[in-house]
């Protein structure tokens, strides 16, 4: 191992040409091979592994583990690593019979690999690991001995570490410009005994934690003096840092592939001038790095970026199917679903628009050139459906006559067919048992969060359970916001009387009376939720209790369901008790309407129906109901009495939801407005 200066740095400016003859394509195939060299760093120079070494162990690049060469480890210049300039330089010799210290056997010939760079480093940029692009976090996955033994990818493995360039961002200068300009430079000889018959081609990865866009790279056949230059076009937008005054982020990507090199022995890798300049934020201040983290040589096809699974598809979307391969040309391309070829699909990307569920499948690219084959990795494309949940009999059937029906949930409270407390007698109603923590969910809707309104309830309750849990109060009617004093709460208190509280001081009152007799009893709570306005509570058909607003207004917690006889907001008991006869309307009801609700039992004629917005009566058990499931969260679900419609919207319908099948709803589907996605949409 030597540490001086590379004196191989003159070829930046060789012409840029190749000629490839048919005859040179049709040589034999007896040597197709596919060699990948990947910088290593030595971050401490001590004992200390983290951010250190990186060898990889996974398929990296659509090439296996033992394609790769782990190249000795190149110091940061920190810490132990004390920084000797202009940098470092190494040898590295590789055969057919190299297996030690990261390195793997050629399938054929020797080479030997001279490098210089002004230092080393460790990058937690990622890839493809998870939604592109990706940035691990130091000290996490990514963080030296959680990446060592566990790897979310060969990718990763390769990206984690690479060579400076020596302008920016290095020992040399902190935080500051670095003065030094010592660019990478990288020297193979020896590649007619590797490629003894074929051609090859060359393709870079870089990372960088320094960086706005990664600088071209010059790639020189030294014996036949040609210069192929390679950029790294639309790489992913960058992981940004600070720390300098001009744009500073974590990043990479691919290079593009080079041309053919026929008859080359000694290959040389540099660094175009890698360039910042300016103050702020892009085009302002930028920040053109000139890092490396490996490279390829092949002849025979490497599929270099794979395309990427697309998690969701929706009906009508247009997904296009895109990756990257590498070999020496000509290269067919053929795209498989579920292993079977696509009529057509023979471009490097695949546009694919969802018609039917068969859309979806395992897609991959097939790669064959005069040298070999190669297939990318699975793509799996989920196509959206309705799916149906197992049949219920939990749904508490909506029997308001004029507006849309809004079914509740029954979530363990039960059903019996009478009760009477001596007096009076209720047929159908709902048990709740607070230990039980039983309930009624009613889903969010638009026709629930009216400024006006009246609650009525047929109760009958020998008190709250203190040994239920929560701790204090037992809900009626409740819609939360999830924290104490932001909910809307109608309620039964440990005393035996009834509470109101909405917006916790803007309204909040007892009633006078006593309702935890084990007694039946009609309540009914109107009120408006004006500045001005108020809150009325009536029993048994009679006022007890009013209270204003405290001198401003208060509105529903927003885009919370119905909650009867328990809450989700778990400071609160749950009901215990029996519950009939639920309703809400969307208009404050006049003291003569409750009051013959009351005397009724059941209804008032004088009550405009289409103000009554949902009626539990409890008549019959919970219904049998289907659960519907769907992903797609845009999506809008419509019904229909016929599959050949008309077709209607759901209103308030989210997935999971739960129908009872009626005349008008015995169909589902859903109407979405179609997307386009990438699979891949920047080259990494």
């Known amino acids: 191992m030597k540490r001086k200066l590379s004196s191989i740095l003159s070829s930046r400016n060789k012409k840029i040409a190749c000629t490839v003859s048919a005859a040179a394509l049709m040589l034999g195939v007896s040597s197709a091979a596919t060699v990948g060299l990947h910088f290593q760093c030595d971050y401490y120079c001590s004992s200390n592994l983290a951010y250190t070494g990186f060898p990889v162990t996974l398929t990296a690049f659509g090439i296996p583990p033992n394609g790769w060469e782990n190249l000795t480890q190149t110091p940061t210049g920190y810490h132990s690593c004390v920084f000797v300039s202009p940098g470092y330089t190494f040898d590295e010799t590789i055969d057919t019979t190299t297996s030690t210290n990261g390195l793997n056997p050629l399938p054929n010939g020797s080479i030997d690999v001279t490098w210089f760079a002004n230092c080393a480093n460790f990058n937690p940029f990622a890839g493809y690991v998870a939604s592109p692009p990706y940035y691990e976090e130091e000290g996490g996955h990514a963080g030296s001995s959680m990446l060592d033994t566990n790897p979310a990818s060969g990718e990763e493995l390769v990206y984690a570490t690479f060579l400076r ?18 660019y990478y430079s990288i020297d193979v000889t020896g590649l007619k005994s590797l490629f003894t018959n074929t051609p090859f081609v060359v393709e870079l990865m870089a990372s960088s934690d320094s960086m706005n866009l990664l600088t071209n ?14 950029p790294y076009p639309n790489t992913a937008p960058v992981n940004p840092q600070g720390g300098a005054p001009w744009q500073r982020g974590i990043g990479g990507g691919l290079s593009l592939v080079s041309g053919v090199f026929s008859n080359a022995d000694h290959i040389h890798i540099a660094s175009n001038i890698p360039q ?35 998690a969701l598809a929706g009906p009508g979307d247009t997904n296009i199917l895109s990756a990257y391969a590498i070999g020496v040309p000509p290269l067919a391309y053929q795209w498989r679903l579920n292993g079977q070829n696509i ?52 749904v508490v059937y909506d029997s308001n006559p004029d507006n849309a029906q809004h079914d509740g949930v029954n979530m363990g409270a039960t059903w019996e067919a009478s009760s009477s407390d001596g007096t009076v007698t209720r047929t159908g109603v709902m048990s709740f048992v607070a230990t039980n923590a039983t309930g009624i969910t009613v889903a969010d809707n638009s026709a629930f969060d009216g400024p006006t309104g009246t609650i ?54 007892n009633s006078k009376g006593n309702v935890s007799d084990n007694k039946w009893h009609f309540v009914a709570l109107t009120f408006d939720q004006s500045t001005n306005g108020g809150a009325a509570l009536y029993i048994d058909g009679a006022l007890d209790t009013t209270n204003s607003n405290a001198g401003a207004s ?27 006869g639920v309703r809400y309307y969307n208009a404050i009801l006049s003291p003569s309407q409750i009051s013959a609700i009351y005397s009724s039992g059941n209804g008032d004629g004088s009550v405009d129906p289409t103000a009554l917005q949902l009626e539990f009566d409890f008549t019959a058990p919970p219904a049998g109901g289907i659960l519907l499931n769907w992903q797609e969260s845009t999506a809008v679900l419509q019904s229909a009495p016929t599959v050949a419609g008309p077709w209607t919207d759901v209103t308030g319908a989210t ?30």
């Open 276 to 310: 910042h300049g300016g103050n702020g934020p892009p085009p302002t201040g930028f920040d053109n790095a000139g890092t490396i983290s490996g490279f390829i040589f092949t002849d025979k096809p490497v599929v270099t970026m794979s395309p990427q699974p697309i």
């Open 655 to 684: 997935s999971p939801y739960t129908i009872v099948p009626a005349a008008n709803q015995q169909f589902f589907r859903y109407r979405y407005v179609p997307q386009s996605q990438v699979s891949n949409p920047y080259l990494m």
């Open 456 to 509: 009525t309830l047929w109760l009958r309750s020998p008190g709250t359970d203190s040994s239920a849990p929560g701790n204090q109060e037992a809900p009626l009617i409740c819609r939360t916001n999830g924290g104490i004093g932001d909910d809307f709460l109608f309620s039964q208190n440990d005393t035996g009387t009834l509470s109101f509280e909405a917006s916790a001081t803007v309204n909040q009152f």
């Open 554 to 580: 208060w509105s529903w917690p927003a885009g919370q369901p119905i909650e009867i006889g328990y809450t989700s907001d778990l400071y609160w008991r749950d009901y215990n008790g029996l519950l009939d």
């Open 217 to 230: 790279a010059l790639v020189t056949d030294v014996s036949n003096s040609i210069t192929y230059s390679l």
């Open 165 to 182: 360039d020596g302008i920016n961002f290095g020992p040399s200068a902190g935080n500051a410009d670095n003065p030094l300009q010592a």
């Open 343 to 394: 009529p057509g699909a023979t471009d490097l990307s695949y546009t694919n628009i969802i018609s039917t569920l068969a859309s979806g499948g395992n897609y991959d690219l097939v790669v064959t050139n005069l040298y070999g084959a190669a297939t990318s990795k699975v793509a799996t494309v989920t196509v959206d459906k309705i799916t149906q949940g197992s049949i219920s009999s939990n």
